[in-house]
């Protein structure tokens, strides 16, 4: 059984830092492109961040480009988004997907919330 299960929302000021996890089990883990995503109510899912199965490369969107950081650990089958100097429009629930062998899969999504 496939799942990804995602950790480390909050609620956080604006300025600060949180650290994001998702942990999968049920897949071949190491083969697996991470990213994740975000949604805000009335707005379409957003891209934030992916990385590669090796780790190696990655990317971002605009958006976060410079505050956020994606990493994984293939040993614990584990992606992460640290997140820095977050923004009242960092406000989202987000979201992990792996997708491997032409398939994705999501997580729950955990909500971060950015005050003022």
């Known amino acids: 059984q496939v799942q990804l299960v995602e950790s480390g929302g909050g609620l956080v000021q604006s300025g600060g830092s949180l650290r994001l996890s998702c942990a999968v089990s049920g897949l071949a883990f190491n083969r697996c492109t991470m990213r994740w995503y975000r949604r805000t109510p009335g707005k379409e899912r957003e891209f934030v961040a992916a990385?590669?199965?090796?780790?190696?490369?990655?990317s971002y969107a605009a958006s976060v480009k410079g505050r956020f950081t994606i990493t994984r650990d293939n040993a614990k089958s584990t992606v992460y988004l640290q997140m820095s100097n977050l923004k009242l429009e960092d406000t989202a629930v987000y979201y992990c997907r792996a997708d491997v062998d032409g398939r994705e899969y999501w997580g729950q999504g955990t909500q971060v919330t950015v005050s003022s």
């Open positions: 990385i590669t199965g090796s780790g190696i490369s990655t």
